[in-house]
């Protein structure tokens, strides 16, 4: 019988987690622009929500144990899938020209590591507050701490710049998520394009509207 060990050793293995680990944070950044999109509502309801988040520690560190264990997951099967494609192409096409890839997906080993080092600001900035530009940080108004944080016009910038990395890694990931789990197939194919699409441009422009919202002092 073969163990979920021998499972992950083979490359397939290690695309069906990458899948299922992408899934994961595909779900959570969809969940995380529905709740920050109720900035647009005010303190209260912004504030109420990250509230709510947090009442109970058993449900706040069980989400983030998944959340932790699928990024390092994803990481890992990343660095391994592109270490065997390195080794089994040791020397570099002396022509080579994209056929069957896109844009996106060519640069998912920038956008991957850009979204890591965008987590490791993004958490100091409005978690944790250690690194927060645009004054002081209060560990109860996630309001404020949004609000006074965009202002910052170079912090906005860095955040819509990470946000359009997202929307690349994003629409790829989604797209060779349903590959990896078998679903290739002429008369879907198109569909899960599609799919790719609408779910990444809500996502990102959702995420967007925010700093951009700070900046015209839509919001304040
Ligand atoms: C404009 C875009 C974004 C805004 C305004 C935003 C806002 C926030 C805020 C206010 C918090 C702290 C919540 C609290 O402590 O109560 C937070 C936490 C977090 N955000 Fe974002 N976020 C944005 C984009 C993203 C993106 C694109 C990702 C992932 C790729 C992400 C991942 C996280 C994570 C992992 C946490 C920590 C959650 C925890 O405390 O366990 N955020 N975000």
Redesign the pocket.
């Known amino acids: 019988m073969s163990s979920p060990f021998s499972f992950y050793k083979s490359t397939v293995g290690k695309k069906i987690v990458m899948a299922v680990t992408g899934f994961i ?1 595909v779900g ?2 969809m969940g ?2 529905c709740g ?1 999109l109720l ?1 647009f509502a005010g303190p209260g309801p ?1 504030n109420n929500y ?2 709510l ?2 009442v109970s520690k058993a449900f ?1 560190w069980g ?2 144990s998944v ?1 932790i264990a699928a990024v390092v997951l994803h990481v890992v099967a990343a660095y391994q899938l592109w270490r065997t494609s390195a080794e089994s192409r040791p020397t570099e096409y002396v022509r080579w020209s994209p056929v069957n890839s896109t844009w996106a997906s060519r640069t998912m080993r920038w956008t991957g590591p850009l ?1 890591l080092i ?2 490791a600001f ?2 100091f900035h ?2 944790g507050g250690q690194i927060h530009p645009g004054g002081a940080f209060s560990e109860h108004d ?1 309001y404020h ?2 609000v006074t ?2 202002r910052v016009w170079w912090v906005s910038v860095a ?1 819509i710049a ?2 359009l990395a ?1 929307s690349l890694h994003m629409y790829h990931g989604v797209w060779s998520m349903f590959q990896s789990v078998g679903l290739n197939h002429p008369r879907y194919n198109g569909f899960i394009r599609h799919a790719a699409t609408v779910v990444t441009i809500v ?1 990102v422009v959702g ?2 509207s ?2 951009v919202a700070v900046l015209l002092r839509l919001i304040s």
């Open positions: 944070g959570y950044v995380h622009v920050n900035v912004l990250a509230h988040l947090k706040l989400a983030r959340l979204l965008f987590i993004h958490l409005l978690t996630v701490n949004v944080g965009f955040y990470a946000m997202l996502v995420f967007i925010i700093p």
